[in-house]
């Protein structure tokens, strides 16, 4: 059974940091990729990041690029998506998907969400 699982969610001030992380299992991780994206309120789904497990490469929305960084450890089966100098618009619900072997296609397998709140 495919199980993804997202935490580390919560309340920081504007221009804060947090790690928000992403445990899978129930598939090959290491050779997978994992993506995180968010749902702001009175938007759509968004795409953030993925990594590729099998080589660590990895993919960035452009302009979230240089304030979010997405990494792994394949030996825990976790993603994780370290975001800094948060802003409001930052606030929502974050995801992560599997991705099958790619970065590039579809994603099945989701996770809860964990809720991102940033105080002004």
């Known amino acids: 059974e495919v199980r993804i699982v997202e935490s580390g969610g919560g309340l920081v001030q504007a221009g804060g940091s947090l790690r928000v992380s992403c445990v899978a299992s129930?598939?090959?991780?290491?050779?997978?990729?994992i993506g995180w994206f968010r749902q702001v309120p009175g938007k759509e789904r968004e795409y953030i990041a993925c990594?590729?497990?099998?080589?660590?490469?990895?993919y960035y929305q452009d302009y979230l690029k240089g304030r979010f960084t997405i990494s792994s450890d394949n030996g825990k089966s976790t993603v994780y998506l370290q975001m800094n100098s948060l802003q409001s618009e930052d606030t929502g619900v974050y995801y992560c998907?599997?991705?099958?072997?790619?970065?590039?296609?579809?994603?099945?397998?989701w996770g809860q969400g964990t809720q991102v709140t940033v105080s002004p």
């Open positions: 998907a599997e991705g099958g072997g790619t970065c590039q296609g579809a994603f099945g397998a």
């Open positions: 129930g598939f090959a991780f290491n050779v997978y990729a």
């Open positions: 990594i590729r497990n099998r080589d660590g490469k990895t």
